[in-house]
């Protein structure tokens, strides 16, 4: 059965840069030419897509985040990772990871619980 | 960018009766685009509904799909405690993928 773990600090300064890392277990990251992706839900509000990765390495980034965001993917470790750079209080948010449905990448159909990621000094 | 509309912002029923949730696309969407989730609080978005109407793996025949171009709907036919919770639209188009802003059904 697929697993997805979110790993990272849950408290990050401002100005700084938010990494976090998603583990996959039960599978292959590579697997079945998988997409991942990255979610995000600021406290007592909606869902946020930020980014995904193709397992080979292209991305696709919310137009948004994108001048701060880079996301990527370690195969050898069944791990994608995420990196925010220069963030603030609007980016407190709980963080999930994804798998995008296959064949069609159009959904996600697996997430991980989720990390809670606060940016304050 | 396509924006999701949801409606209503909160819906308040009874249990055992019918739920109708709206989701309006800014712009067209093709039905295999759409998708409906469900989260309760402290837990992930689950999948419920692919390709406007298809029921994800294990979802239960009471929560059903429909609509094309700019209009989609999710309907719980009969409402169970399990269900009074947050739901939200999703879409796919160039390469992007959004969210609409929720609708939270509450017991009345």
């Known amino acids: 059965q697929l697993q997805l773990q979110e790993s990272g600090p849950g408290l990050v300064k401002p100005s700084e840069t938010l990494s976090l890392t998603c583990t996959v277990s039960g599978g292959s990251i590579g697997s079945s030419s998988s997409y991942w992706g990255w979610i995000r839900q600021p406290p007592g509000k909606g869902l946020e897509w930020i980014g995904t990765?193709?397992?080979?390495?292209?991305?696709y980034y919310n137009p948004s985040l994108r001048s701060r965001l880079t996301i990527s993917v370690d195969t050898s470790k069944n791990q994608f990772s995420l990196k925010l750079n220069s963030v603030a209080a609007a980016d407190t948010a709980v963080y999930f990871c994804a798998r995008h449905s296959r064949p069609y990448f159009y959904y996600l159909d697996v997430w991980g619980k989720g990390t809670t990621v606060t940016v304050s000094s | 960018e396509i924006v999701l509309t949801q409606s209503p912002g909160t819906l308040s029923l009874s249990p055992g009766e019918r739920a109708t949730l709206s989701c309006r696309a800014s712009?067209?969407?093709?039905?295999?685009?759409l998708a409906w989730y469900q989260q309760k609080p402290g837990q992930a978005p689950r999948l419920l509904i692919y390709g406007a109407s298809s029921r994800a793996t294990g979802i239960p025949d009471r929560f059903s799909g429909s609509g094309s171009g700019t209009d989609f709907t999710l309907t719980i036919s009969r409402l169970e405690p399990e269900d009074f919770t947050v739901y939200y639209c999703q879409q796919y188009g160039s390469s992007l993928w959004t969210f609409g802003q929720g609708t939270k059904v509450e017991i009345k």
């Open positions: 990765i193709y397992y080979s390495g292209s991305t």
């Open positions: 712009q067209s969407v093709s039905s295999s685009y």
